[in-house]
């Protein structure tokens, strides 16, 4: 093809084409991260903002009145997270609960392996102030365990009672064999008698509060430690409760 001037035209060049050199400088395309995978510097990161969230949501409203979809928005990540790093809402539940429970769990395991077994009237002040210290748990103890569906009433059962009452009994066992207790008592009904008294105004938070001033506050805890320990070594009178 020619022009008018009998010189060949140049070829017709397609629209929307780039230059060579516009196309090398163009960077390669981005690889895709597997599907879920946060970068690994804020692996950590992202890991503990939702057991934070978690700590604050499941003690608040239980197992099942928290959604995974809240948990990511409390944390401020994608809810997939949950699944990608626990297995899902029981993974992270199971391990939010191991976390705020390992120090009684420790506890429990020193007075285990210990030599010597430490004092009763110690025992019941360590349950008194565990229960004190974290009011979160009554409402826990009331709706995960004690309700007749209560998603964790094995796993509390195999941590906690089922691992104290025979450390209390075997305690209360040593105690009378020494005479420092009175020898017609039943151990186990002491023991229950103990856990009961340490642990019930606690877990009747708010009515024990409006109906006999329980707080969680020191003042309290001093002044019912000292009320109940004088009233488990003394009793109430020689004759006031004779059945």
Same mark, same amino acid.
């Given at each position: 093809?020619?022009?008018?001037?009998?010189?060949?035209?140049?070829?017709?060049?397609?629209? =929307?084409?780039?230059?060579?050199?516009?196309?090398?400088? *163009?960077?390669?395309?981005?690889?895709?991260?597997?599907? !879920?995978?946060?970068?690994?510097?804020?692996?950590?990161?992202?890991?503990?903002?939702?057991?934070?969230?978690?700590?604050? *949501?499941?003690?608040?409203?239980?197992?099942?009145?928290?959604?995974?979809?809240?948990? !990511?928005?409390?944390?401020? $990540?994608?809810?997939?997270?949950?699944?990608?790093?626990?297995?899902?809402?029981?993974?992270?539940?199971?391990?939010?609960?191991?976390?705020?429970?390992?120090?009684?769990?420790?506890?429990?395991?020193?007075?285990?392996?210990?030599?010597?077994?430490?004092?009763?009237?110690? $025992?019941?002040? =360590?349950?008194?102030?565990?229960?004190?210290?974290?009011?979160?748990?009554? !409402?826990?103890?009331?709706?995960?365990?004690?309700?007749?569906?209560?998603?964790?009433?094995?796993?509390?059962?195999?941590?906690?009672?089922?691992?104290?009452?025979?450390?209390?009994?075997?305690?209360?066992? !040593?105690?009378?064999?020494?005479?420092?207790?009175?020898?017609? *008592?039943?151990?186990?009904?002491? $023991?229950?008698?103990?856990?009961?008294?340490?642990?019930?105004?606690?877990?009747?938070?708010?009515?024990?509060?409006?109906?006999?001033? $329980?707080?969680?506050?020191?003042?309290?805890?001093?002044?019912?430690? =000292? =009320?109940?320990?004088?009233?488990?070594?003394?009793?109430?009178?020689?004759?006031?409760?004779?059945?």
């Amino acid at each position: 093809m020619v022009n008018k001037s009998g010189s060949p035209a140049p070829p017709p060049v397609a629209e =929307h084409s780039a230059p060579l050199s516009m196309a090398a400088a *163009l960077p390669p395309p981005r690889k895709r991260r597997g599907r !879920g995978r946060p970068p690994s510097d804020n692996a950590e990161d992202v890991r503990k903002k939702l057991l934070d969230a978690a700590r604050d *949501l499941f003690p608040r409203y239980g197992y099942r009145g928290v959604s995974s979809r809240q948990i !990511g928005a409390a944390a401020g $990540v994608n809810f997939a997270m949950i699944r990608y790093y626990f297995g899902g809402k029981p993974g992270l539940y199971r391990e939010m609960l191991q976390g705020v429970l390992q120090p009684a769990r420790s506890t429990l395991d020193e007075m285990k392996s210990a030599d010597s077994l430490p004092k009763l009237a110690n $025992v019941f002040e =360590h349950m008194t102030r565990s229960w004190a210290a974290n009011p979160w748990v009554a !409402g826990f103890v009331v709706r995960e365990v004690l309700a007749p569906d209560g998603p964790m009433r094995a796993m509390f059962l195999r941590e906690f009672p089922e691992r104290l009452a025979p450390i209390v009994e075997r305690l209360v066992e !040593g105690e009378m064999a020494a005479g420092k207790l009175r020898a017609d *008592l039943d151990p186990r009904m002491l $023991v229950l008698s103990i856990v009961s008294l340490a642990i019930f105004p606690f877990l009747t938070l708010p009515l024990s509060t409006r109906v006999f001033g $329980v707080g969680n506050d020191e003042e309290f805890v001093e002044r019912f430690l =000292h =009320h109940t320990v004088n009233l488990l070594a003394r009793g109430a009178g020689p004759s006031a409760f004779a059945i």
